[in-house]
C-alpha cells in the first residue's frame, strides 16, 4: 500500500500499486507533455531571437557600412564638385585618370556593398541552418521521447493488465472460498490472521504478555481473544477484551458494527478487562470505520472499532498509554494491599466479636433456661411440699377421726349393729366368768 498525502487538506489516502502507478503515470505524463511543450515553446522563442537578433545584427552592420559609403561617396562628389574648377583648367588626360579613378572607387565600393549583401544572406542562412539542426535535433528527441513514452505505456500496459487479471483471478478465487465457506469460518479466518499478526511479534514486543483465546462460557458468552499484561510484581497495568467479527460477501443479512457492542461491553466486564476492542471487516463502504481508530466510548465506556491492519498498533497505543500510569497503579496496588491488610484485621475483629457475641448469647440462653428450669423445679417442689402438707393435714384429720370412733357412735340408730355388738360381748362375758 502506498500513502498520498493531500497539501491542502492534509489527509492522507492509501492507494494499492496499480492505483499509485497509475496516478503517477498520469503526473508523469503530464509532467512529459507540459516540460516538451515549455520546451518546445522555449526553443522557438530562441529561434526567432536568433532570427531577429542575427538580423538585427546584419542590418546594423549592413546600416553602417552603406552609411560608410554614403558619406565617401558625398564625400567624393563634394570633392569633384568643388575641384570641378579646376578639373577644366587641369589637363583633359588628368581629368580623365581623377574620374577613372573615382568610378573606379565607386564600382570598388558597390562591390563591397554587394559583397556585404551576400555576408548578410550567408549569415542569415547560416544563422537559419543552426536553427533548423536545433530544430531537427529537437524534433528527433521529441521522436525518441515519444517512441520512449508508447513503449513504456506498453509495457505498463502489459504489465497492469497482467496485475489485473491476477488481481481478478485472485478475486474469483476469493470470492469461491467465501462462497464455500460459513459465517463462522469467515470470522474464524480473521482470528487466525489477528492471532498469526500477533504471534510474529509476541517474543519480541511482547514477551511476558498474556493472549489466548476466551473459551470461558460459564456465564453464558464469552470473546475471542482476552489480552493482558503485568509487571514484575504482578500488577496487571493492562487488559483488552477483543471480538472479531466478519462475513461473507453472499451473506444476505448483513450485520452492522454497533449490532456487537453491548455484547461486547458484558463480556469485558464480565471477565474483568478494562478494554474493549472490536476488530471488523463489516460496513466495507462505512468511511468512518475505514478512516482509522473509532473511539465509541460515548456509547461504551473504553470501547473501540478497528480494521485488521490497526490490530497491532491498537495494542501497542494502548499497552504504552497503560504503562505511563504503572507507576500510579503500583502505588494505587500497595494502598490496596495495605487497606486489604486492615480490612482483613477489622474483619478478624468482627469475626470474633461476633463468634464471642454468638457464644455469649448462647451461653446466656442456657444460663437463662437453666435458671428457668431451676424456678419450674422450685414451684414444683413447693407443688409437692404443698400437697405433702395437705396430705399430712388429712391423715391427721383422718387419725383423730378415726380415734373419736366408738362401738357405741357406731351403733347409734341401728338397733341390728348394737344387738350384734352386745351377742359378741356375751360370750366374752361367759368366758370370763369361766376363767374366774
Known amino acids: 500500500m ?72 558625398e564625400r567624393l562628389q563634394v570633392e569633384l564638385k568643388s575641384s570641378s574648377e579646376l578639373v577644366k583648367a587641369t589637363v583633359t588626360g588628368e581629368l580623365k585618370d581623377e574620374v577613372s579613378k573615382r568610378d573606379a572607387e565607386i564600382v ?23 536553427i533548423e539542426k536545433e530544430r531537427d535535433d529537437l524534433k528527433r528527441d521529441i521522436e525518441a521521447k515519444d517512441a520512449e513514452k508508447r513503449l513504456l505505456e506498453t509495457s505498463l500496459k502489459e504489465k497492469y493488465e497482467t496485475q489485473i487479471k491476477d488481481r481478478d483471478d485472485t478475486i474469483e478465487r ?24 500477533f504471534d510474529k ?32 510484581n504482578g500488577v496487571e497495568f493492562i487488559s483488552i477484551m477483543f471480538e472479531m467479527k466478519n462475513e461473507s460477501d453472499e451473506t444476505s443479512t448483513k450485520k452492522r458494527n454497533e449490532d456487537f457492542f453491548k455484547e461486547l461491553d458484558k463480556d469485558r466486564n464480565e471477565k474483568g478487562c478494562e478494554y474493549a476492542v472490536l476488530v471488523s471487516l463489516l460496513e466495507p463502504n462505512n468511511e468512518l470505520y475505514n478512516g482509522g481508530i473509532v473511539d465509541v466510548s460515548y456509547r461504551y465506556p473504553k470501547m473501540y472499532v478497528i480494521r485488521p491492519q490497526f490490530f497491532i498498533p491498537m495494542i501497542t497505543l494502548l499497552r504504552n498509554a497503560a504503562q505511563n500510569s504503572l507507576k500510579y497503579k503500583q502505588e494505587l496496588a500497595l494502598i490496596k494491599a495495605q487497606d486489604i491488610d486492615i480490612a482483613n484485621f477489622e474483619s478478624e ?57 366408738t362401738i357405741k357412735k357406731l351403733t347409734r340408730g341401728n338397733p341390728t349393729m348394737a344387738e350384734k355388738f352386745a351377742e359378741l360381748k356375751e360370750p366374752d362375758s361367759d368366758k370370763d366368768n369361766t376363767n374366774e
Open 349 to 405: 475483629l468482627d469475626k470474633f466479636k461476633d463468634a464471642f457475641g454468638k457464644n455469649y448469647e448462647l451461653a446466656s440462653r442456657k444460663f437463662q433456661t437453666a435458671i428457668d428450669e431451676i424456678d419450674k423445679s422450685i414451684d414444683h417442689l413447693q407443688k409437692t411440699k404443698e400437697a405433702l402438707l395437705g396430705t399430712d393435714r388429712n391423715l391427721r384429720l383422718a387419725n383423730d377421726k378415726a380415734q373419736d370412733v
Open 108 to 130: 570598388r565600393l558597390q562591390e563591397e556593398l554587394k559583397s556585404a549583401d551576400i555576408s548578410k544572406q550567408l549569415a542569415l542562412k547560416e544563422a537559419l541552418n543552426v
Open 2 to 73: 502506498n500513502e498520498i498525502k493531500c497539501p491542502n487538506c492534509g489527509k492522507t489516502f492509501s492507494l494499492d500499486d496499480a492505483g499509485y502507478a497509475d496516478i503517477l503515470n498520469q503526473v508523469r505524463n503530464e509532467a512529459f507533455d507540459k516540460a516538451l511543450n515549455e520546451r518546445l515553446a522555449l526553443a522557438e522563442q530562441d529561434k526567432r531571437t536568433a532570427i531577429e537578433l542575427a538580423e538585427a545584427k546584419i542590418a546594423n552592420e549592413m546600416e553602417k557600412i552603406a552609411s560608410i559609403k554614403d558619406r565617401e561617396i
Open 201 to 232: 511479534i509476541r517474543s519480541a514486543a511482547f514477551p511476558t504478555a498474556y493472549f489466548e483465546k476466551d473459551n470461558d462460557a460459564r456465564t453464558g458468552s464469552k470473546g475471542d481473544f482476552i489480552f493482558r499484561e503485568a509487571d514484575s
Open 174 to 197: 476469493l470470492k469461491d472460498m467465501k462462497a464455500k465457506l460459513s459465517t463462522k469460518m469467515v470470522g474464524e479466518t480473521l482470528e487466525q490472521h489477528c492471532e498469526i499478526e
